[in-house]
């Protein structure tokens, strides 16, 4: 028997409601019918990913290698062309963010400064040009937003907090705001900033977009431990919203004592991932990334595995500082820079590209197959982060 409105009969002066409820078995029979509904959707969601790897000692696939250092990567496409922003060489600082234009294997000659000119807070020290590192590019509007991390003038030790700059044009030059962005002095400096989309986040889809960083506690002795954080974003990414939460930090052995690069990503059925670099440097082989299931962009995220997702391997040691990235053709990538691919006197680091794909259980290491052409696009269309079309079958494409 299905479920009837309460009614009442009434005898002179009193009243007696009467309620006829569904029976355990209808109410069963309908709690199954949802459940193999929502199977059936999810197995959709999920036709034509790719093969899981079937060389885990060599995942990656290069798609740029200079003579120079290439940190941080992150790839903007724009038209049929992807521009890389670069932090900082190593050993070289003639360049605050360095960028190369074109594809892999057809990447510009040289590179050309995207911020020629920092604020003084951000000058390492007077006269000359520091570190800045992990640059993020977002289109807004008509305008392309950059975030980054300079360097803090006469900081000791040394600390970066984020910056915001904006130019009408990927290639530059973009100018940065004269104050910080965001800046934690008391928790080591702020870094690696992201700007994540999620129309179905807590403010829905008027105001879709999250700000994401790392708070650098470790660079300062004393400061706590590394802190993953998140705030909302305004829709035209120049200020922050609401209150900034934690939600992540250092929960698994191996990812001690340092946990940086986050970078969230919507899976096929719509849930938050965030992927992480972690361990104990960049510079050494206990260095890789994990992956973490969040509540939603703010979080609370956890790690449900026991240890990497990808880590050092056959194609060079401490893979990590990674980007994620949605091909033009919907195809999901890490882009990420190992120490060195195999020659440990080899001091620039190249830029390895590892293929994504997706089931029930979240994320995995895929066949890398060929990196998607900026020129090709597949049959998934959305509107994008700028409102206009992109290529991407999710909230935005690009690097996010």
Known sequence: MGRLPAHAACVGLFCAAFLVVASPAGATAAAKATGAAKATASAKAFVGQPAATAAPFAPGISIAHEDFDLPDPFILRVGGTYYMYLSTAFGDNTQNVPLLTGRPGHWSTHSIDAVPQLPAWAIGQQGAQGLTWSPAVYKFGD??????????????????????????????????????????????????????????????????????????????RG?????????????????????????????????????????????????????????????????????????????????????????????????????????????????????????????????????????????????????????????HTSRGASGRHSCSRRADSGSR
Request: charged share 15%; hydrophobic share 35%.
């Open 143 to 220: 305008l392309y937003v950059m975030y980054l991390a300079p360097q803090i003038r006469g900081s000791e030790p040394t600390q970066h907090c984020i910056a915001i700059a904006s130019s009408p044009s990927p290639t530059g030059p973009f100018y940065v705001s004269p104050v910080p962005f965001v800046c934690q002095g008391k928790l080591g400096g702020d870094i690696d900033p992201e700007v994540f989309v999620d129309p179905r986040g807590p403010d829905g889809p008027y105001q879709p977009y999250y700000f994401i960083w790392k708070s650098d506690n470790n660079s300062t």
């Open 223 to 379: 400061d706590g431990v590394d802190t993953i954080w998140a705030q909302p974003l305004s829709n035209d990414g120049f200020s922050l919203e609401g209150q900034q939460v934690r939600i992540f930090g250092p929960d698994k052995s191996w990812e001690w004592p340092l946990v940086e690069a986050p970078q969230m990503a919507l899976s096929p059925t719509k849930t938050v991932w965030m992927f992480f670099s972690a361990g104990a440097g960049f510079y050494t082989p206990d260095y890789g990334m994990g992956v973490a299931r969040c509540a939603g962009p703010l979080g609370p995220c956890t790690d449900p595995r026991t240890g990497p997702l990808l880590t050092s391997n056959e194609q060079g040691p401490g893979p990590g500082e990674e980007t994620y990235f949605v091909g033009p053709d919907g195809s999901d990538w890490l882009l990420y820079s190992p120490v060195h691919t195999g020659d440990a006197f080899d001091l620039f680091r190249p830029v390895e590209a590892a293929r994504i794909g997706w089931n029930e259980a979240g994320p995995f290491v895929a066949q890398a197959g060929t990196f998607p052409s900026p020129l090709r696009c597949g049959s």
